[in-house]
């Protein structure tokens, strides 16, 4: 069983930035789509943004110019860089990967394997 490990939540301000970073350690990392979700407090879960492992990239329009969906395949880490965050990207954040799948796919709950979740709060 692969065991997805996400870093770098925690609580900022309005305005502030954060760098979430998902260590996948599964072979073949570079035959794998990886993307984020998230889930606030009363909601469902929400894609947010993924990243083919040809290296093309989606997000949903609400992190468009905020967040940065990157990966390293050598090191078998996805990294979500969020710049001007707001109170509403409030949640808690989940890494996916899926092998051999489209973007689409994953967007829609194709996914192999989740991370455990990392916390971003954004205090206004």
């Known amino acids: 069983q692969v065991q997805l490990d996400e870093s770098g939540g925690g609580l900022v301000q309005a305005g502030d930035s954060l760098r979430l970073s998902c260590a996948a350690p599964?072979?073949?990392?570079?035959?794998?789509?990886a993307g984020w979700f998230r889930q606030a407090p009363g909601k469902d879960r929400e894609f947010v943004a993924a990243?083919?492992?040809?290296?093309?990239?989606h997000y949903v329009d609400f992190v468009k110019e905020r967040f940065t969906i990157s990966r390293d395949n050598a090191k078998m880490v996805v990294t979500l860089s969020m710049n001007s965050l707001k109170p509403e990207d409030t949640a808690s954040y989940y890494c996916?990967?899926?092998?051999?799948?489209?973007?689409?796919?994953?967007?829609?709950?194709?996914?192999?394997?989740w991370g455990h979740g990392t916390q971003v709060i954004v205090s206004s």
């Open positions: 996916a990967i899926s092998r051999l799948k489209s973007i689409q796919a994953l967007e829609t709950g194709g996914v192999d394997y």
């Open positions: 599964v072979g073949s990392f570079n035959t794998y789509t």
């Open positions: 990243i083919h492992w040809t290296g093309v990239t």
